[in-house]
């Protein structure tokens, strides 16, 4: 008996509970509105952009030949010693493989990403390109293009990693990164002389310099804006630049060593 009227009780609250509140429900709290306002894509009409060289100044290390003789294919692949040093300068002291980017001032803008994936090949056992940079959500395809055993070692710091092996010639490999991240190494553990660093921004304006140092950012929509630039073992340095409408501001970075 004492559990039937406990619950007869318990069936009778709602009912009052209805009766004293005049049978309305509580209105939720609205969500407070964002203050910041929607991002939204550049106007171009007056864009300019930034352009330059990467240098180098001082005594750049020597080239050495790499050791590729633990693999027949990869030996027999070059004619020539392959020489290798990180810091590639040419005879005017250009630097290469610097990346360089728009890493302030952006703020308030949306992109989309890239519809072309970006390649990274493994041709006579090296990566090509060395250095790559590409966008978050774009399409990254690494290819297998010689006939023997790779695997693509990738260890990003702010993306999952991955690790997969490319037995065959004609192989391909496609990953996206959601996130930004800069330097992000990628190798071959059955070579290990192979390497090569990715960079991944969430907008477009980023370059890769060339063998003489040279770089340039299009399509940037007047600002004040900073410059990084980044290199696999010289490290990271900035600067301030303004764009001015339809102009390309001219920017030189410096490394020493």
């Not at 009912?15 to 049978?23: E, I, L, V």
């Not at 071959?188 to 950012?217: E, K, L, N, R």
């Not at 410059?227 to 970075?253: C, D, K, R, Y």
């Amino acid at each position: 008996m004492h559990f039937r009227k406990l619950a007869a009780l318990t069936l009778l609250v709602p009912f009052a509970a209805a009766a004293c509140g005049g049978g309305e429900e509580a209105a939720s709290p609205e969500a407070p509105a964002s203050s910041e306002p929607a991002a939204t894509a550049p106007d171009l009409s007056q864009a300019g952009g930034v352009a330059g060289s990467a240098m180098f100044t001082g005594d750049a290390p020597a080239a050495e030949a790499i050791q590729m003789a633990a693999d027949p294919f990869c030996q027999s692949a070059h004619s020539d010693a392959v020489m290798s040093t990180p810091v590639m300068v040419d005879a005017d002291g250009g630097l290469m493989n610097v990346v360089v980017h728009i890493s302030g001032g952006l703020d308030g803008y949306a992109f989309d990403s890239a519809t072309e994936a970006a390649i990274l090949d493994q041709s006579g056992c090296v990566y090509d390109p060395h250095v790559l940079a590409m966008q978050t959500g774009q399409t990254i395809s690494i290819r297998n293009s010689d006939d023997t055993l790779h695997n693509v070692n990738v260890q990003p710091a702010n993306n999952p990693a991955f690790n997969q092996g490319q037995p065959l010639a004609g192989m391909s490999l496609d990953r996206v990164f959601d996130n930004a991240e800069v330097g992000i190494p990628a190798r071959c553990d059955v070579h290990p002389w192979m390497g090569a660093f990715i960079s991944v921004f969430d907008h477009p304006y980023f370059s890769v310099s060339t063998d003489a140092g040279a770089f340039t950012i299009p399509q940037l929509p007047p600002g004040d804006y900073v410059v990084e630039a980044w290199h696999e073992t010289l490290g990271t340095m900035t600067q301030n630049v303004t764009v001015t409408p339809n102009e390309t501001a001219s920017v030189s970075i410096e490394f020493g060593s």
